[in-house]
């Protein structure tokens, strides 16, 4: 586990590298550790190159060079010669687990620097080893995990001695003066990070949530949760070298030695575990809204059809009318939103029964649920109250109530107290970008709601 801050390399740091000599240090400890193991493939799992939103990209070809010259720094080269058929062991092993990774969608054939600079450093100590480069995604942290089971089974068929490096810086928002300025879960990520990855308890990793992880602003995680899935079911050596993080940004190294299989160290597996105990206690407290809302996604999911009006619902449900947004979540992933303003259905219930089937199946943001994803969602129902007209955002509360801004025939919502709106101004400017109302405009008209929520 190491960082990627461009000045640690000496001609881009130009003396600046001083300023994180700890870092430096703990650096070229692990890369000798690694020479010694003299590993066959090195892997890097690096946030800099190729990121899809539902995909793995696992690097093509057989070999790719990249500089920093982007750093000022055109002289200084690293160049990586693939294992072909670690990657193709790879792919397969990714294709039989349905976890979405291949070796399509190149953009760019040049190493990115969060490649470059572990192979560095290792190359400092040894040069006889091949790669395989890897790039994250937006998919759940449970994929990424699931990647690194991938790799591991890939490297078993290979019979290779294979590296795993993890690049990825920790919190940018570690101090005011910062180029990213501060938040408070800045240093408190990278606390809890180097407590999981320093003791080798990778299941930890799945205690973050994504919005926190998200407010520190850290590019390493999903690294972390890929290399934790590579070494899933093993015993682990792990040892904590340094942290430090002088310039706002956290720069931590940890090296890790895998061993024998070892009994309780299946992490995704104890994590599911929990998630399934945490969804069923869940379910037995819905209450009619969202039991609905669930029902009918189910149903719809699994045989096509639209669930009837059931029988045995509330009163308020059949003979109110109003807006109803309904929401899905998988892993804390906003997977599916859709609902409506005003009612435009003879009662809550029918409205419900329609938005619901809508968030699974016609958001145009995601792929219809599937499914197996089913046992993973929870949902919230957000019924609405009447909107009303205001002359001023200072009449809004972001927690409290709801916007609407208009432009003409264009509007754009935004419900109340969401993870991550921590602003009327950002709610506002959020629901423009909804009605696709360009930024400038000063013709727009804002409305607020109140809303019932029900998880």
């Not at 400017?429 to 360009?438: L, M, S, T, V």
Request: with cysteine; glycine share 10%.
């Amino acid at each position: 586990m190491v960082p990627h801050p461009p000045l640690i390399i000496p001609e881009v740091g130009r003396g600046q590298e001083k300023g994180i000599q700890a870092t430096i240090d703990a650096y070229h400890e692990a890369a000798r550790r690694l020479a010694a193991w003299k590993p066959d493939t090195v892997a890097v799992l690096s946030p800099h190159t190729v990121m899809y939103a539902d995909y793995f990209h696992i690097s093509p070809g057989t070999e790719a060079e990249g500089d920093f010259g982007r750093f000022r720094a055109p002289h200084a080269k690293v160049r990586a010669k693939y294992d072909t058929q670690l990657v193709r062991l790879i792919a397969q092993e990714a294709d039989a687990a349905d976890v979405p990774a291949g070796t399509m969608g190149e953009q760019d054939r040049r190493l990115d620097h969060g490649t470059m600079i572990p192979l560095w450093f290792l190359n400092r100590y040894y040069g006889d080893y091949q790669t395989v480069r890897i790039g994250l995604s937006g998919l759940p942290f449970s994929m990424h995990y699931r990647l690194g089971q991938c790799i591991q089974r890939a490297v078993m068929r290979s019979g290779k001695r294979v590296a795993v490096i993890a690049s990825g810086d920790l919190s940018h928002r570690l101090t005011k003066d910062g180029p990213y300025g501060f938040r408070e879960e800045g240093p408190e990520y990278d606390r809890r990070i180097m407590e999981v990855m320093g003791s080798g308890q990778f299941g930890g990793l799945f205690d973050f949530s994504e919005e926190f992880c998200d407010r520190a602003a850290e590019c390493g995680h999903r690294s972390f949760l890929i290399m934790a899935g590579a070494l899933d079911g093993l015993s682990v050596k792990a040892q904590r070298l340094s942290h430090e993080g002088p310039f706002g940004v956290g720069y931590g190294v940890c090296v890790f030695e895998a061993g024998d299989p070892e009994p309780g160290r299946d992490f995704l597996r104890q994590q599911e575990e929990r998630e399934r105990e945490k969804l069923e206690a869940r379910r037995e407290q819905e209450d009619a809204y969202v039991r609905l809302a669930r029902q009918t996604v189910e149903t719809y999911v699994r045989t096509g059809k639209k669930l009837p009006l059931p029988d045995g619902l509330p009163e308020e449900m059949l003979s109110r009318r109003a807006g109803v947004f309904v929401s899905l979540k998988e892993e804390g992933h906003l997977r599916g939103c859709i609902g409506t303003i005003s009612p435009v259905k003879r009662c809550i219930a029918e409205e419900i029964l329609e938005n619901a089937v809508s968030a699974a199946a016609r958001d145009p943001r995601f792929h219809p649920v599937e499914p197996q994803e089913l046992d993973g969602l929870t949902y919230s129902v957000d019924v609405l109250g009447p909107t009303e007209k205001i002359s001023s955002e200072k009449e809004l509360d972001v927690k409290r109530y709801g916007v609407v801004v208009s432009r003409g025939m264009r509007r754009g919502l935004l419900l109340p107290n969401l993870e991550g709106v921590d602003s009327v101004e950002q709610q506002i400017d959020i629901a423009r970008q909804k009605a696709g109302i360009p930024e400038d405009a000063q013709d727009i008209r804002l409305e607020r709601f109140e809303v019932v929520r029900h998880f």
